[in-house]
Structures are given as structure tokens and as C-alpha cells.
């Protein structure tokens, strides 16, 4: 089936750095991929909408200049957190739409733990 | 916009069946899903809902009723190994700059106990 892979799995930085996650689709390609947010024993918020080879779509309430994603080929969008402070720690997971039993459906990767000290 | 409400803990034993509901007010409708999370971990397709009905897929079936609103996962023989988050998500109508987006609920973290 289908495997989105999401590097780095688990990150530790410092209040004001950046980091960058990036996530890529196997054997399949990608036009659009979604990034998500999810805080402690709740469940996943839709940041970003990534769009190969245009500007990514946020939600309402996301910033564009913290959180920018890029999505630069049909296998791999990037999210880089800028100038990152403890508020932004949270569990960040990319996903890209295959086919499953039929049907369209979002396959996730693994996720990317982000503590900011 | 969507509302999506699930319970947030259930407790089963194992072999038993459990019902997971999920109730949702949306502005358009294009299919339900139910993912299972394990703690720490990413979630995991489990079924898909478009048209009234029940779907079932080995241990696991999932109901829809689009005029309620409502839809149900069933989980059969239940197993240890079942003890995670179960996540109502429903997609809307396709929008511009990317097509279909799925809303998740809180979802539903369920105990299975021996």
C-alpha cells in the first residue's frame, strides 16, 4: 500500500531556532499533501494545505511566516517551523491522499515530535 | 464549517463488542472516515463511509446515516491490541487550492481490558 515517510521523527531545539520536517510520498505521487497539529490527547488539526508547485493553503488562524511549507516536487513537501518557542512544541503529522479500497483516502506519516526548550 | 462530536473514552473487555458513535454538523458532505491511532504513533485508514449503510471490513464495520448525521464503528472480538484512539474524521466539498480536506473529531480513546 501506500507509505508516506515524515523525517524527523523525534526533534529537540532551542527557543528561536528553526526546524524543518519533511515528508515524502513512496511509490506514489502527491499533488497535494496536508499538514497537521496535534497537542496532547487531542485530536489532529488541519494546519496547511501543501500544493505542488504553488503556495500552500492555511487554516484560519495558522501563520504563513511561522509555519512555511513547501512543496516543491510530486513526492515531497517540507513544513519548517521559524523562530520556534516551547508554545509551538506539539506532535506535527504530514499526510497525502492515495487510494485505498476504492476509495481516496489521507495515508499519514509517522509524525514529527518537536520539543522546544 | 464541521462539528464532530465523539465521546472521549470508552471502556470494553476483551472478546466483547463496543460501538463508537460519531455525530456531525457540516456545511458539505463528502464521505466519513474512521482512523485508529495508537498513542505517539501516526493514524491508521480504517473504513469509509459515502453512502448509507454499513461497511464491513473483517472485525471492524462502520454505519453511516448521512440524513442523521450519524455514523458508528463496530469493533467485533476485541483484542488488547485495539486499545488506541478511534478518529471520526468527515471530508467536505472540494475547495479550491487543493481539493477534499478531512476534519477530525477528539476522538474516542478506548480501553480494552481482560
Known amino acids: 500500500g501506500a507509505v508516506v515517510s515524515q523525517h524527523p521523527s523525534r526533534v529537540i531545539c532551542k527557543s528561536g531556532t528553526s526546524v524543518k520536517i519533511e515528508c515524502r510520498s513512496l511509490d506514489f505521487q502527491a499533488t497535494t499533501m496536508f499538514w497537521y497539529r496535534q497537542f496532547p490527547k487531542q485530536s489532529l488539526m488541519l494546519m496547511a494545505t501543501?500544493?505542488?508547485?504553488?503556495?500552500?493553503?492555511?487554516e484560519q488562524g495558522v501563520e504563513k511566516d511561522k509555519f512555511l511549507i513547501n512543496h516543491a516536487s510530486l513526492t515531497l513537501s517540507t513544513l519548517t517551523v521559524t523562530s520556534a518557542h516551547p508554545e509551538d512544541s506539539s506532535f506535527y503529522i504530514c499526510?497525502?491522499?492515495?487510494?485505498?479500497?476504492?476509495?481516496?483516502?489521507?495515508?499519514f506519516g509517522a509524525g514529527s515530535r518537536l520539543t522546544v526548550l | 464549517g464541521q462539528n464532530i462530536d465523539q465521546p472521549t473514552e470508552m471502556t470494553a473487555t476483551e472478546g466483547a463488542i463496543v460501538q463508537i458513535n460519531c455525530t456531525y454538523q457540516?456545511?458539505?458532505?463528502?464521505?466519513l472516515f474512521w482512523y485508529q491511532q495508537h498513542a505517539g504513533e501516526a493514524p491508521t485508514f480504517l473504513s469509509y463511509?459515502?453512502?448509507?449503510g454499513l461497511e464491513e471490513k473483517g472485525r471492524f464495520s462502520s454505519f453511516l446515516s448521512r440524513s442523521k448525521g450519524y455514523s458508528y464503528l463496530l469493533l467485533k472480538e476485541l483484542q488488547m491490541k485495539d486499545s488506541a484512539s478511534y478518529l471520526c474524521?468527515?471530508?467536505?466539498?472540494?475547495?479550491?487550492?487543493?481539493?477534499?480536506?478531512?476534519?477530525f473529531g477528539t476522538g474516542t480513546q478506548l480501553k480494552v481490558e481482560l
Open positions: 501543501s500544493n505542488e508547485g504553488s503556495k500552500a493553503t492555511y
Open positions: 474524521a468527515v471530508r467536505g466539498i472540494a475547495v479550491t487550492g487543493g481539493g477534499n480536506k478531512l476534519t
Open positions: 463511509n459515502v453512502l448509507d
Open positions: 457540516t456545511s458539505g458532505f463528502n464521505g
Open positions: 499526510s497525502a491522499r492515495s487510494v485505498n479500497s476504492g476509495a481516496n483516502v489521507l495515508t
